[in-house]
């Protein structure tokens, strides 16, 4: 009975080890600004809608693998930001704000992070002073985000071409 006990107790911890390890940590991105100012990181933010059938897909599929969980939770802050999100956003002394515009609108920030180009689901990644590394539209598998998330997140964009990068890189994925 003891050792059963041990067993279960040893196997409840492993698994909610491996649930955590199993979700990313999201903020928005009023919750990411006052963390930049006490430990600055580059930042990963995820444009949806709740509209969105790949947003959704690639939350399920793409943002619970361990690997690409482990990845941004070392290198990156996670943003969630609501392509359409209704309210305010006062961000380097500019409010950005909602514009109502034909069926839906959308939010003048992600509008500007995505150059424009609204197209959802949009990983942007943003450097530790808020500059825009890289939008990358359209919705990512495992296998492809890992790699970028490397990339970005090591800084290895400053000094390796991504051909190079890419050709050398050895995936941690199963």
């Excluded at 969980?69 to 609501?82: E, G, P, Q, R, T």
Aim: charged share 20%; hydrophobic share 40%.
């Amino acid at each position: 009975m003891k050792n059963l006990f041990a067993f279960v107790l040893v196997a409840v911890t492993g698994f909610s080890g491996y649930a955590q390890n199993t979700s990313v940590q999201w903020f928005t991105w009023e919750q990411m600004v006052p963390l930049m100012e006490k430990n600055p990181k580059k930042i990963m933010v995820d444009v949806y809608t709740d509209w969105c059938g790949w947003c959704k897909k690639m939350d399920a599929n793409t943002m619970t693998n361990p690997v690409i969980v482990s990845l941004l939770s070392k290198h990156f802050y996670a943003v969630k930001l609501d392509g359409e999100h209704k309210k305010d956003i006062v961000f380097k002394g500019r409010t950005f704000k909602f514009v109502p515009s034909g069926n839906r609108g959308y939010h003048e920030l992600p509008a500007e992070l995505m150059n424009g180009k609204m197209s959802y689901p949009t990983l942007i990644f943003l450097d530790e002073e808020f500059g825009i590394i890289q939008p990358l539209p359209g919705y990512q598998e495992p296998q492809s985000l890992e790699p970028i998330l490397t990339y970005f997140g090591k800084s290895l964009y400053k000094t390796e071409a991504w051909e190079g990068f890419k050709s050398q890189f050895k995936s941690e994925l199963p």
